[in-house]
Structure formats: C-alpha cells, structure tokens
C-alpha cells in the first residue's frame, strides 16, 4: 500500500509543506555531478565506482544539463527510511515533459543517507534547472518480514 499525506506528515517531519504531496513526498536538487573514469560490477558484487567531478550552478544556482550526458543528483534532505517501509523514487513529470529522464533505484527498508539518482537531457538543448527545486518524489510502501538496508551506499 502506498502512504498518504496524512501518514507521511507523521513519519517524515519538519518538511517544508509544499514537499508534501498526496501520495508522497517531494525531494530537492542539491549537488550535480559527472561521472568520469571506468565503472564496473563484477563477479561477487565488487563495484568499482567512477569518479564524480561536481559540477557548479551559475550565481543565480542553476545548473546547466548539456544534451545526452549523464548526471548525477545528490537530493535533499537526506532520508531515513522506516524499517517497515520501501520507497521509489520517481521523477517529477515537469521534467519528463521536458526530455529529461532521471532513473532511480529502491530504496530498501531501514536505509539512512543521500539519495543519488542519475538524470539525462535527451533534448537538443541545454536544460537548466536550479538548485533546491522539487525534482524528484520520494513514494513510501509498506513492506512485511523484511531486513534492514546492509549495503554499501547509507550510514
């Protein structure tokens, strides 16, 4: 079952109130990156991770996304998700509409820490977008006889 408002507004306290939405809550851009140098998942899950060079808004705080080129957003504020509950992450429709996909992953039951999506502008154009605009929402599940997050990427 996906969680309301209602139940959100309990769970998830000291949002700005226009973070919360019917069925979820909104997460902000913070920082953007590139990724650069070599990425592979091989045999018994070793990740090898590229480097992330950041990249800078302009002095208004946008940020400029250049056609057909991967980014990486780190979202505000960090999330703890309950230990009952998973979350998806799903893109904002302003974005979609406007060519830019942002492709995500679950979160799993009793993870802490930043959330990292990847976003590409499948567009002709550069797309802008500022920092601390709504870009992606958070949708809370139950879940029933699971474990907690172990993995390599929360607290």
């Known amino acids: 079952m996906i969680l309301g408002e209602h139940v959100l507004r309990r769970l998830l306290p000291g949002l700005d109130?226009?973070?919360y939405q019917p069925a979820g809550v909104d997460l902000r851009l913070g920082r953007?990156?590139?990724?650069?140098?070599?990425?592979?998942l091989l045999h018994d899950d070793t990740k090898v991770l590229p480097r992330y060079r950041e990249v800078e808004p302009d002095g208004d705080g946008v940020y400029e996304l250049e056609p057909r080129r991967p980014y990486v957003w780190e979202l505000e504020p960090e999330v703890r998700i309950p230990g009952d509950k998973a979350a998806l992450f799903l893109p904002r429709s302003?974005?979609?509409?406007?060519?830019?996909?942002?492709?995500?992953?679950?979160?799993?039951?009793?993870?802490?820490?930043?959330i990292r999506v990847l976003a590409v502008n499948h567009g002709d154009e550069p797309y802008r977008v500022a920092r601390g605009e709504r870009v992606?929402?958070?949708?809370?599940?139950?879940?029933?006889?699971?474990?907690?997050y172990t993995g390599d990427y929360g607290r």
């Open 94 to 114: 302003t974005l979609l509409r406007s060519a830019v996909t942002v492709h995500t992953a679950l979160g799993d039951p009793g993870f802490e820490g930043p």
């Open 17 to 19: 109130p226009d973070q």
């Open 136 to 148: 992606v929402q958070m949708v809370l599940i139950d879940v029933k006889g699971a474990g907690l």
């Open 32 to 40: 953007v990156m590139e990724p650069e140098g070599p990425a592979a």
